[in-house]
């Protein structure tokens, strides 16, 4: 008997299938062992010593894997073919070594890309040693990661109020979102104006022509600058005839893309699924690890953290005989058509994410998917195929008229597919949204005249570069050779997690925790935030992948100057953080005003001056004359999206009704709308109103101000109780009330608008029972191995968690409940299991005299089981964790350590 070791138990079902009763295929569940989330985890003073924990879920199922072994013939590690899969099977043979379990039984490390009968018994005959090489590849990121997050985290909860955490590629990513917002705000839109003509050939059929030429110079962007100019060049036009000067038809071809790699793949399935990374790479994993096809368990695709975009000679012949089978001959080229990798620093050269059977079409697998992964399936079958597809042959004619004098010039053009290709199946998604195809222009020929029908003059802005998007950010990453295909999803996870970036429209925005902590670094520590430095150390990495170069040198190299760096900061106070930091953002916080004056000049107070401030709360922006001077506005880039142009309040209107000064004011935790100002003497606060996040402060009118003024309002009486339903903004959005029961409103105008029989009905369909009702079902994760009953994952009054059987365990905060994968649901079953018969039974209770002398009895019991871990290990020895009493005794220290790694 052999044992075969995975990561998943889905996957080591479907593995133990194709290799049948004489192995024992387990899994890991990931990686079984990991740094501490504490200081001491790497010694840079021991060269470099990383200290390993084994959890204790982790120590039972090596344990199972151990015992499989006794009498064992051969063990066969066959965990992802990537950089992460070869050090899970190294850290797995590192402890089956320690306890001893391995004895003479030889030890083969096997890789499969698709997980399909063929691909995995094949490579069962061709076994391979571990890659020492990418191990250490994996051990210098990790420590890298490590360093920087633990050791520069301590540094911002220190000097920077409110920050949470700091890391080696998640900081570049958010300071690549934070510039772009620089270039938005700084940006100022300039007007111009185009003019078209619409025009009719001989035969009738009419076309559009621009202008684009005047007074024998061709006109840029900008030269058509206000209405003036651009009604001037409207009337010439339509004082003239015009005739057909040039006419020039060339044919050209655009080119299918190639098969997805992990980055590409990502940024499609944004673009055209709406999916973010860490969805699309939970949805190709269940993919990859196996789709029971009505009693066969088959991976559809093939792995999906790749740079590669070639595919198997096997794979390409297949995908051939597919497209001549549904679209014919003239549809598969002569000969296959070969991709070459563009990324920086491509590595890890497995195949292209593609389908294992290009006859698996969408419409066949779609009655065993889900919905979101038959798309993710649709999307990944339609690319490889198209990648093998003949280009498409597109036609550009180019048409100029002109004037009989030739003082104006007009210019049509029209792009028309002649020869579909790949067209036929896929196009690729674009982040603009834009068409390259014109219409097709009608057959001229010079001199010919044209008819003028129609002239129109058109006013333009130029626009703001966009936001990044997933899509676009991982592009960016990826051009930059920042981050490997593995990380993105995590990495902008953790952006999210940490609120340094907020969300509109699937769009990326610096929170201003975002804008500090990247001031804070470009400025005390930017060298670390630098794209060229943090690409320079992937290519590293790279290199020791390759052997080129040894790991412990990166780590002294790197080690050396950054903890000199943090060492300078030691004797920083908060006042020059804050000094620097009102510097950096001065632009952002202080742009200059339109007339001249100055931008600091305190609105409230006559000779104050406007300035950053640090709370326990966050930034804000407040007056030197404190206390004297109260005056605050939210940290933010324009004063007069806040206030008035001297960067206060911003008087709105006039209510009709009071007579009253509506005003939009600003304040330490955001803007709102208040009705009238403070009466001295008087405890009655004028009415004053929050703005929702779904109303723009910078284009609120008067008339939207008083209608969140009025709320909250009386929509009716309940027909049956006769008592009244109430609409209004609460603390968590829009809502009804009746008779104390709350139900939420989508959206602000809801609570505006809605009537007495829609309120009555939306308070009808809430959930009843302890003011909740049944949980919600957010989404079924799979179905559980034991009974094949589902997995699912419900938000309760608590939080989300997953339920099965009767058990349910809580998520942990800070995980994305969408994103959560079937392994790691059934992890966190078997944890709460494994607790349950821990509990007390109830006349434990009772006896009290004696429940001190057991709870200082439990760390006892468990101590030997942890040292005898860390022995196995071979690492930390046990009289180093022999005081765990003392150390759970300290709060809260725990949780903040824990989050400097993101």
Not at 156 to 182: D, F, H, Y
Not at 245 to 264: D, I, L, M, N
Not at 755 to 770: H, M
Request: charged share 30%.
């Amino acid at each position: 008997m052999d044992v075969v070791v995975v990561e998943s138990p889905a996957k080591a079902k479907t593995i133990n299938k194709y290799l049948g009763q004489d192995y024992v295929v387990l899994a890991s569940y990931g990686h079984v062992r990991d740094l501490p989330a504490k200081d001491g985890s790497v010694l840079p003073d021991d060269d470099f010593a990383m200290l390993w924990q084994v959890e204790s879920d982790s120590a039972k199922r090596m344990n199972d894997i151990a015992r499989a072994l006794k009498g064992a013939g051969h063990l066969y590690l066959a965990t992802d073919p990537d950089r992460e899969g070869e050090a899970i099977s190294w850290h797995v043979l590192e402890i089956l070594q320690a306890k001893g379990a391995l004895k003479k039984i030889p030890v083969s490390r096997v890789v499969f890309n698709e997980i399909t009968r063929n691909a995995v018994t094949t490579a069962m005959r061709n076994p391979r040693q571990l890659d020492q090489e990418l191990v250490q590849a994996y051990l210098a990121r990790r420590a890298l990661d490590y360093l920087v997050g633990f050791t520069l985290s301590p540094v911002l909860w220190r000097k920077l109020p409110g920050a949470r955490s700091a890391g080696r590629v998640q900081s570049v990513a958010l300071r690549l979102i934070c510039e772009r917002e620089i270039e938005i705000e700084a940006f100022r839109a300039r007007e111009y104006w185009t003019v078209d003509a619409l025009v009719a050939a001989q035969g009738g059929q009419s076309f559009t022509a621009r202008l684009v030429e005047r007074d024998g110079r061709k006109l840029d962007r900008f030269d058509l600058a206000n209405a003036e100019q651009a009604h001037d060049a409207k009337a010439r036009i339509e004082a003239t005839s015009f005739s057909v000067t040039r006419v020039e038809t060339r044919p050209g071809k655009r080119h299918p893309a190639p098969p997805f790699t992990t980055s590409t793949l990502q940024q499609e399935a944004a673009r055209k699924l709406g999916f973010d990374a860490k969805r699309t790479m939970q949805l190709a994993q269940r993919l990859y690890e196996g789709i029971d096809l009505g009693g066969e368990t088959v991976g559809l695709i093939t792995y999906m953290r790749t740079d590669g975009v070639q595919m198997a000679g096997e794979a390409i012949a297949g995908c051939r005989r597919a497209i001549e089978a549904q679209f014919g001959a003239k549809y598969v080229p002569d000969v296959p058509r070969a991709y070459k990798a563009k990324a920086k620093n491509a590595q890890e050269a497995h195949e292209a994410v593609r389908p294992t059977d290009f006859f698996r079409t969408p419409e066949q697998m779609a009655r065993y998917l889900d919905g979101d992964q038959r798309r993710l399936y649709d999307l990944i079958w339609k690319r490889a195929m198209a990648s093998q597809m003949p280009p498409a042959d597109v036609e550009r004619t180019t048409v100029d008229l002109g004037d009989p004098a030739r003082s104006l010039g007009l210019r049509a053009t029209g792009t028309v597919v002649t020869f579909d290709g790949f067209l036929a199946l896929y196009q690729e998604g674009r982040d603009d949204e834009t068409d390259e195809d014109g219409a097709r222009l009608p057959a001229l020929k010079a001199d010919e005249p044209v008819e003028r029908r129609k002239v129109t003059a058109d006013q333009h802005f130029t626009e703001p570069p966009p936001r990044y998007s997933e899509a676009s950010l991982v592009k960016k990453l990826e051009e930059l050779g920042i981050g490997r295909p593995s990380t993105y999803a995590s990495i902008l996870s953790t952006l999210r997690e940490r609120a340094y970036v907020e969300m509109e429209r699937n769009r990326f925005i610096p929170s201003d925790k975002g804008r500090l902590v990247t001031a804070f670094l470009e400025n005390f520590f930017s060298r670390y935030v630098q794209y060229d430095f943090t690409a320079g150390l992937e290519e590293k990495l790279d290199e020791i992948s390759a052997g080129k170069i040894d790991w412990k040198a990166v780590l002294r190299d790197f080690w050396q100057d950054f903890s000199a760096a943090v060492g300078d900061t030691k004797d920083l106070r908060i006042g020059q953080v804050i000094e620097a930091l009102d510097e950096a953002l001065s632009p952002h916080l202080f742009p200059a005003r339109a007339d001249g004056t100055d931008a600091r000049r305190c609105p409230s107070c006559a000779d104050g001056r406007l300035g950053l401030k640090l709370s326990r709360f966050g930034a804000f922006i407040g007056c030197s004359n404190y206390p004297e001077c109260r005056f605050t506005r939210q940290f933010g880039g324009n004063a007069e999206a806040q206030g008035d142009e001297a960067g206060g309040d911003r008087v709105l209107g006039t209510d009709p009704a009071t007579g009253q000064a509506v005003t939009l004011k600003a304040g330490r935790f955001g803007q709102y709308i208040q009705l009238g100002e403070p009466v001295e003497g008087s405890k009655e606060k004028p009415k004053r109103s929050s703005i929702p996040k779904d109303v723009d402060a910078a284009t609120l009118t008067l008339e939207r101000a008083l209608e969140l003024l009025s709320l909250p309002r009386t929509v009716g009486i309940h027909p049956e109780s006769q008592k009244p339903i109430v609409a209004g903004l609460g603390r968590f959005g829009p809502y009804v009330l009746h008779d104390g029961t709350y139900a939420s409103l989508q959206t602000t105008e809801d609570a505006l608008t809605i009537g007495l029989n829609r309120a009555v009905t939306v308070i009808a369909e809430k959930p009843k029972g302890r003011g909740r009702g049944q949980p919600k079902v957010l989404h079924e994760v799979g179905a559980h191995p034991a009974d094949g009953a589902m997995v699912q994952v419900l938000e309760g009054r608590f939080g989300p968690y997953v339920a099965h059987g009767g058990i349910n365990a809580t998520i942990a905060r800070g995980t994305d409940p969408a994103s959560l994968t079937l392994d790691q649901a059934l992890a966190l079953l078997q944890a709460k299991a494994a607790k349950a018969p821990a509990k007390a039974p109830a006349r434990a209770k009772a006896r009290k005299p004696a429940q001190a002398a057991a709870d200082d009895a439990k760390p006892a019991k468990t101590a030997p089981k942890k040292a005898a871990a860390a022995k196995a290990d071979g690492k930390a020895p046990a009289p180093k964790k022999a005081p765990a009493k003392k150390a759970a005794a300290k709060p809260a220290a725990k949780p903040q350590r824990r989050s400097a790694a993101g």
